[in-house]
């Protein structure tokens, strides 16, 4: 637990001291559409809120969040998010609260204006604030990524790469462990509308024995698109679909708001 707290301390200072973030003054982020599911690698000012809706076997899961992410400086930004969960099982009494809250930290170390493409490191911190017992969350976690993009005319391709540790496991076992990959395009077809699709594979690599998912990967797919309906301002929508028999809902409803400031 130790190393990864100490690199989620010190990977914005590293990475802000070297040579390719030195030229602070010219840096201008290369505007991508909003994904569902993949991170963007873009320095960001903005209010965002999102809301989750889960079906699976076993109930209903919504989960609606806040968040503002802030630039500390121009190439490196913050974000803080506070979920609010509301469970309704198909088996007992449906419960509602705040969940684990989650602050992450963003570094962007690769730019080229040129080819309209950036790439950013991060980590993810997330604090066991939600209730376990109320099945509202109760995790504490830490989650490094790389995410990166490239502006294609009217085409926009992002990929990201995350890897979770879990620091609290409240099962017999090993933590789980959780290595999530995806891939997004979006297609600028008017200045306010861009429909897109992404592809996301997450493999729990670590986990207790009983875990039916340990060692399967989750393949799903989503479709959906971006709106501004303001400026400054973009909607975004999507439904998440699982295309393996490893699953944790049958659909996912994904919606977003994000307002630039």
């Known amino acids: 637990m130790k190393p990864i707290a100490l690199v989620l301390l010190v990977l914005p200072l590293i990475v802000v001291a070297s040579p390719a973030a030195h030229a602070q003054d010219s840096f201008q982020n290369v505007a991508f559409f909003y994904p569902l599911r993949t991170r963007r690698p873009v320095i960001e000012r903005e209010?965002?809120?999102?809301?989750?809706?889960?079906?699976?076997?076993?109930?209903?899961?919504?989960?609606?969040?806040?968040?503002?992410?802030?630039?500390?400086?121009?190439?490196?930004?913050?974000?803080?998010?506070?979920?609010?969960?509301?469970?309704?099982?198909?088996?007992?009494?449906?419960?509602?609260?705040?969940?684990?809250?989650?602050?992450?930290?963003?570094?962007?170390?690769?730019?080229?204006?040129?080819?309209?493409?950036?790439?950013?490191?991060?980590?993810?911190?997330?604090?066991?604030?939600?209730?376990?017992?109320?099945?509202?969350?109760?995790?504490?976690?830490?989650?490094?990524?790389?995410?990166?993009?490239?502006?294609?005319?009217?085409?926009?391709?992002?990929?990201?790469?995350?890897?979770?540790?879990?620091?609290?496991?409240?099962?017999?076992?090993?933590?789980?462990q959780e290595l999530t990959a995806s891939a997004a395009a979006g297609w600028r077809v008017t200045r306010v509308f861009a429909p897109l699709v992404e592809l996301v594979t997450v493999t729990r690599t670590r986990a207790s024995p009983d875990d039916d998912l340990r060692g399967k990967t989750r393949v799903s797919i989503i479709p959906g698109f971006n709106a501004k309906l303001l400026p400054g301002s973009t909607l975004r929508f999507g439904v998440e679909f699982p295309l393996t028999r490893a699953r944790t809902a049958d659909y996912t409803l994904l919606g977003g708001f994000v307002k630039e400031f």
Do not use: C
Not at 66 to 94: C, K, S, Y
């Open 47 to 176: 209010l965002e809120f999102r809301v989750e809706h889960a079906k699976g076997a076993a109930g209903r899961t919504t989960e609606a969040a806040a968040a503002i992410e802030l630039p500390i400086m121009p190439r490196w930004q913050v974000e803080v998010e506070v979920p609010f969960v509301f469970n309704d099982p198909r088996d007992g009494t449906a419960q509602g609260g705040v969940g684990d809250l989650s602050l992450e930290t963003k570094v962007a170390v690769w730019q080229s204006l040129d080819w309209l493409s950036q790439i950013a490191v991060g980590v993810e911190g997330r604090f066991p604030t939600g209730s376990e017992r109320r099945g509202l969350g109760g995790e504490a976690a830490v989650e490094p990524s790389v995410t990166g993009g490239i502006a294609l005319g009217d085409f926009d391709l992002l990929a990201s790469v995350a890897y979770e540790f879990n620091l609290n496991a409240h099962v017999a076992g090993p933590n789980e």
